[in-house]
């Protein structure tokens, strides 16, 4: 997918976009490398979060470019892993719940640029 996303996809590379990919790489190398889970799922969530901020922009402009539904339904998922837990415990609870608001943040950045990208067409 990445690699399809070079060719095909939108927007470019400009320095701060390598900047954000160099660390979001070494956020996965990271995790690869970490000895700690705790460490290696920070890794994770780090180079995750660096990603949501390279489609922030693009959503932003266009935010008929992303699919609404796969992130509101992702978000479900992580909040129901999330409450599947039988013991409360960090390192089992940070990656759904993460994952829970990283993708409901995502759905509703969609959803709030789509209703005032229409409203502002309605009134020009």
């Known amino acids: 997918m990445f690699v399809l996303a070079l060719r095909y ?3 470019g590379m ?3 976009d390598r900047g954000l990919m160099a660390l979001a790489g070494a956020g996965v190398i990271g995790w690869i490398l970490a000895g700690d889970p705790i460490v290696a799922l ?3 969530v780090a180079a995750d979060l660096i990603a949501f901020g390279l489609m922030a922009p693009k959503v932003h402009r266009d935010p008929n ?3 609404l539904s796969t992130y ?3 978000s479900v998922g992580g909040g129901l892993a999330a409450v599947a837990v039988e013991q409360p415990d960090f390192s089992l609870l940070l990656y759904p719940a993460y994952y829970c608001l990283a993708n409901g943040a995502a759905a509703i950045l969609i959803h709030r640029r789509r ?3 229409g409203r ?3 009134h020009a």
Do not use: F, I
């Open 9 to 11: 996809g939108q927007g």
């Open 14 to 16: 400009s320095p701060v």
């Open 42 to 44: 920070g890794c994770v």
């Open 65 to 67: 470019s992303e699919t």
């Open 72 to 74: 509101a339904l992702a």
């Open 115 to 117: 209703v005032t990208l």
């Open 120 to 122: 502002g067409a309605a």
